[in-house]
């Protein structure tokens, strides 16, 4: 069955009739055994789809391709429209023989070694196909003989691998198929049922539901109207609304009135921070307690999630995890447990996973289609390698929430760019001798590849000027004519079915090589969506050693096409964050249609809870810095005198932060300073925070756009300032020009030049960011502190919010004084 068929969702055709694809009821209801382990579909599915072509266009005469089926019946009182497409229909030839289906299924290894429960519910798809048949054929001329009441279903294996068809032909009777549909069919409306039930709860009290807090702050009725009108209309939204507003209640609020009002079925939230995801637990706890009946899925990375990882379970000889097997028998009463739960948080499946021994991340996957609302991170709506197929389905109306927006256009970039890596594919190739030989050999064809890439490379063109001492670099820009090397893309394709015949006799590759099999997928996938906004980087090492490191690189420059396709899913998208400045240069990165509108609101605070201070006699530029260092000092040492407390000073670099840190120790040794270190994990990150709690005076040094520096609230004490070191330029490097370049070949001058969209605008947006973790609430108040004289550039200026009351400081000395009157300490 297709992609789009076994995940399309069933709707209401009307009032009374129940309209659902084949796919659909093959794959909840007749699904047994074992969770099966699948390489990604991207480059096996395009084999697949061949091969489906090449035996079609085989058919003798007469017969018919992709032959459309729907059908009408009755089951438990309940009308309901069947459909799907059968791969081959062979019209009852005489009256000695009946009529065929054939269905296509591609693999990689001989049938007789597929799971069982995978031929199973390959057979089940094709007797629904055949039960459909004898429907459909009913409704017209009246059946004269027996073998009108039989149909023959052939299976047509194909391996792939060999290049060689195994066909399966059965025959059943009209009773034989009846029973076996009306089986799968009262199960699913069983589950329908409860499902309609929990939507009712959830439509009635939604409708029922009031604010959840006694007024609007200022500019939040505003931006709930704006979201409601996009989530009833249908199209996109961009929203810049400051720190305080309330943009999760704001969003959320409107789209659960739409919920109620079936202007949207399901609604999905975006987040890039687990902070994000706090919030919106907390704003749908609060709903819940004034009476909402909505449930709420949270899916969790998978390894963040994967009970093997966190060492409740251990996999075997094979590589394969026991909650894995017989998955499928014992999903029905997780299910059924977890439908209408208000908060199906990661902790909560875990529960019921772990009692029913389920691998919880694919039990999360299993429920999506049965929530109202879906909180993931961007890479599941937007990712070509990970997004969910069941978001993509176009038969159900869903609405699009993007929490911190301004993350997205790097976010997709990066999701859209592969890098393949010689060295780490050798060490692959090594893992898997003596276990894997086969697949060994496939690696160490790929390692080969990518050497012969680099020799043809140095007798063709001449490299460029690396940044990197003792590389060569040589950069393509891919059209029609110039594509990723072909020899590579085939050894990798060698790989991709290697382990996907693993998979298929319910075997596994090495763990140890799953991040390096993630990255060949992913460069296979791009490898195919490249366009002319992506560049082909190869990089090559010139020192004389036995074992050169050698990359190729398809780096994505700007995924606003992507984005714009996945936007077109969804019924209604609105984008939102507290820094989407200026719009022409956001509209450019995130794909949005040039009639978005686009909602500007003030902040909801007090103008005089933030004072903000330009101190232009610092240079924070690169060859400056060392002077500088002493400025940097003494202005932090002023800041943090004027009123002893929680202060972070945010740098552009690691290497510059220590060189400030080290002076700061130097001559305020009294004080004591913490610093954030690269790599950090989770733990000492939360170490780290613990410092800036209510009644410390803690001095910390840390990364503008860093973990510190957004997606944490800072509320009250927490944090009384913040000093902002230069302007936020991301490090100049090659990839850093590549993209500077394409944007002033592209001339697009209403959003700026190519220096503002690869360097200015997201230095801003840094800045920005990081200056809004100071005032988080009503009571706050503190002081931000721009360090570099270019904020008051022109350029600059033009994207300050509009609540900054900007007071310019020309020494230390007007410093400390405009801070003792803010604080009233004069």
């Not at 029922?208 to 996109?236: H, I, N, T």
């Not at 447990?337 to 199906?344: A, I």
Request: hydrophobic share 40%; proline share 5%.
């Amino acid at each position: 069955m297709n992609e789009r068929e076994r995940n399309s969702t069933p709707v209401a055709s009307d009032s009374s009739t129940l309209s659902l694809s084949i796919g659909a009821l093959v794959a909840f209801a007749c699904r047994s055994g074992d969770l099966l382990g699948n390489a990604p579909s991207g480059p096996s599915a395009q084999e697949g789809i061949r091969a489906h072509q090449k035996l079609q266009k085989k058919r003798p005469p007469g017969s018919e391709a992709e032959y459309r089926l729907e059908v009408h019946c009755l089951c438990e009182e309940q009308s309901v429209t069947l459909s799907g497409r059968v791969d081959i229909l062979h019209p009852q030839a005489d009256l000695h023989r009946p009529a065929q289906l054939d269905e296509i299924k591609t693999t990689y290894c001989p049938p007789e070694r597929l799971p069982e429960s995978l031929r199973q519910l390959h057979w089940a798809q094709l007797k629904m196909y055949g039960y459909c048949y004898l429907l459909q054929q009913r409704g017209g001329d009246s059946w004269s003989t027996a073998n009108d009441e039989r149909v023959a279903l052939q299976m047509l294996w194909h391996n792939l691998k060999e290049k060689k068809t195994y066909p399966e032909l059965r025959e059943f009777s009209r009773p034989e198929l009846e029973s076996f549909a009306k089986a799968a069919l009262s199960q699913y409306l069983q589950w329908h049922r409860n499902w309609q039930q929990h939507r009712a709860q959830v439509r009635d009290s939604a409708r029922a539901l009031s604010f959840p807090f006694p007024e609007y702050r200022p500019g939040q009725r505003q931006l709930a109207v704006a979201a409601y009108r996009c989530l009833r209309d249908g199209g996109e939204l961009l929203v810049e609304a400051p720190t305080g507003i309330g943009k999760t209640v704001s969003t959320l609020f409107p789209a659960i009135k739409a919920l109620a009002e079936e202007k949207v079925e399901q609604l999905v939230y975006l987040t890039a921070k687990n902070s994000g995801r706090q919030v919106v637990r907390e704003t749908l706890s609060r709903l819940h307690d004034s009476g909402l009946k909505l449930s709420l899925l949270e899916i969790q990375a998978r390894d963040k999630t994967c009970a093997c990882s966190l060492g409740l379970c251990s996999r075997d000889a094979d590589g394969i995890c026991p909650r894995t097997q017989g998955f499928f028998d014992r999903l029905p009463e997780a299910r059924r447990q977890l439908l209408g739960e208000p908060l199906l948080t990661p902790d909560v499946i875990a529960v019921v996973a772990d009692r029913l021994q389920l691998c919880p991340f694919e039990l999360s996957l299993q429920m999506l289609p049965w929530v109202d609302l879906v909180v993931c991170d961007f890479n599941y709506v937007f990712d070509p390698l990970v997004r969910l197929t069941a978001l993509q389905d176009q038969g159900v109306c869903r609405a699009l929430l993007v929490d911190e927006a301004h993350n997205l256009s790097d976010r997709a970039r990066s999701m859209y760019t592969a890098l393949l890596n010689r060295a780490d594919s050798r060490r692959a190739a090594a893992a898997c001798k003596g276990s894997h030989p086969a697949l060994q050999r496939s690696i160490q064809s790929l390692v080969r590849a990518l050497g012969n890439w680099v020799v043809q490379l140095r007798e063709r063109k001449t490299p460029q000027k690396s940044s990197s001492e003792n590389t060569d670099l040589w950069v393509a820009t891919l059209s029609d004519t110039e594509r990723p090397p072909e020899a590579i893309t085939r050894a990798a394709l060698k790989v991709v079915a290697a382990v996907t015949q693993l998979w298929e006799q319910s075997q596994a590759p090495p763990e140890s090589i799953g991040d390096w099999l993630k990255a060949l997928y992913r460069y296979l996938c791009i490898e195919q969506l490249a366009s002319q906004d992506h560049r082909c980087l190869t990089r090559a090492e010139t020192r004389d050693t036995h074992w050169r490191e050698q990359q190729l690189k398809l780096l994505c420059l700007n995924a606003a096409h992507f984005l714009q396709q996945c936007f077109r899913q969804f019924h209604a998208v609105i984008a939102f964050s507290a820094t989407l400045r200026p719009a022409a240069y956001i509209y450019g990165q995130l794909g949005l249609q040039a009639q978005t509108p686009y909602l500007q609101l003030p902040s909801p605070f007090r103008l005089e809870q933030l004072g903000v201070y330009l101190c232009p006699y610092v240079d924070t530029r690169y060859r400056a810095r060392h002077r500088a260092s002493d400025a940097l000092v003494d202005m932090v040492a002023r800041v943090y005198h004027s009123r002893p407390g929680n202060y972070l000073v945010f740098f552009p670099s690691y290497q510059f932060l220590r060189q400030v840190a080290k002076r700061f120790a130097e001559r305020f040794a009294e004080i004591p300073l913490l610093q954030q270190q690269p790599g950090a994990d989770d733990s000492e990150r939360a170490a780290f925070l613990e410092h800036f709690s209510e009644g410390r005076r803690s001095l910390g040094f840390a990364i503008m756009g860093g973990v510190f520096g957004e997606g944490v609230d800072y509320v009250g004490e927490q944090l009384v300032g913040a000093i902002l070191v230069g302007v936020g330029l991301p490090q100049m490097n090659e990839e850093q020009e590549l993209l500077r370049q394409a944007f002033d070949n592209a001339g697009n001058s209403s959003a700026g030049d190519g220096f503002d969209i690869a360097y200015r605008y997201p230095g801003m947006t840094r800045v920005l960011q990081t200056a809004g973790r100071v005032i988080r609430t009503e009571s706050d108040r503190g002081v931000v502190i721009l360090a570099d004289y270019r904020f008051a550039d022109p350029f600059y200026r033009a994207l300050h919010p509009q609540h900054w009351q900007l007071h310019t400081c020309r020494s230390g000395e007007a410093l400390s004084r405009e801070l003792n009157h803010f604080w009233g300490t004069e």
